[in-house]
């Protein structure tokens, strides 16, 4: 069922535990996501950024999608349709279209203006049940064009945002989107503690999941991360198992060629993907 993120990730945080926000690209990524959270029964939050939605039709056709999908499966977990990184615009647009949760990215902005648009977007989404992410201090890497160096939040700024009634807070703790390069410094706890004993029970959330050791995930969660996205990792599982058929002369052999048969293998690396992380997460049989 469709619902905003709020309530599973207050459960995630007293819990314990996180739940995944993975990032879907087309109807494959989509139906491989919920079976998969409906299978382990786990909440889950499907992850969507402006240039994702714009290649897919736009807002519209996704939340349709989407609640199609829901319906047709019999998707009983909650699941969270999400804008990842949206512009103040996009939001609006999202919002207007049916997403249950939103992401206002005004790290680039100055603090003053940043606060100021997530105030309002808090007014109008909180009006609607709409959950709100907010964040501070760019995350590093590239995501759709958006570029971050991987800094990290200053714990105060991060208080400034979460008493505005976010209902999460994205924080830069020398996390990156993208593949983590060889020097990378790793996460910052020390940041995450501060942010943490600032925040108290707001919900934290950790971009750019992949590549990141299980065992920094584990000690994120266990200071208060509660919300993890991946979308990396999928899209290089899936362009593996696709390159492997290929390769493999598959795609010559009968129908090989039909997509549906072209998607499968790639369909099924989604899968096993999601579930590897949602143990990881913790989010299994949390739904």
């Not at 998969?36 to 039709?57: F, H, R, W």
């Not at 064009?145 to 807070?169: F, H, Q, R, T, Y």
């Not at 999601?274 to 949390?286: A, D, Q, R, T, W």
């Amino acid at each position: 069922m469709l619902v905003s993120a709020k309530e599973m990730l207050q459960k995630a945080k007293a819990g314990k535990y996180a739940v995944g926000q993975f990032n879907i690209n087309n109807l494959e990524w989509t139906k491989a996501i919920l079976l998969t959270a409906q299978e382990n029964n786990s909440p889950v939050i499907l992850g969507v950024s402006e240039g994702a939605a714009k290649y897919m039709c736009g807002f519209n056709t996704v939340v349709n999608m989407v609640k199609g999908m829901i319906e047709t499966l019999n998707i009983t977990v909650p699941v969270a349709i999400h804008l990842d990184h949206g512009s103040y615009d996009g939001a609006y647009k999202a919002m207007e279209a049916g997403f249950s949760s939103v992401m206002f990215d005004g790290s680039h902005y100055p603090i003053e203006e940043n606060i100021e648009k997530t105030k309002q977007i808090i007014k109008d989404a909180t009006s609607k049940g709409i959950s709100v992410e907010a964040e501070v201090g760019a995350i590093g890497g590239e995501e759709d064009g958006v570029v971050g160096s991987g800094e990290v939040a200053d714990p105060n700024e991060c208080k400034m945002i979460a008493d505005l009634g976010v209902s999460m807070l994205a924080a830069g703790i020398g996390n990156i989107h993208g593949k983590y390069p060889a020097n990378w410094a790793g996460l910052s706890f020390e940041t995450l503690d501060a942010i943490q004993k600032l925040t108290g029970d707001m919900p934290l959330v950790l971009h750019g999941g992949t590549g990141i050791p299980a065992d920094m995930i584990k000690k994120a969660i266990s200071l208060g991360v509660s919300k993890i996205n991946v979308n990396t990792e999928c899209q290089l599982a899936f362009q593996e198992a696709t390159r492997k058929y290929i390769e493999a002369g598959k795609d010559l052999e009968g129908k090989g060629f039909d997509p549906r048969k072209l998607l499968a293998p790639g369909f099924e690396a989604i899968k096993v993907t999601v579930k590897e992380k949602m143990e990881l997460f913790g989010s299994i049989n949390k739904a």
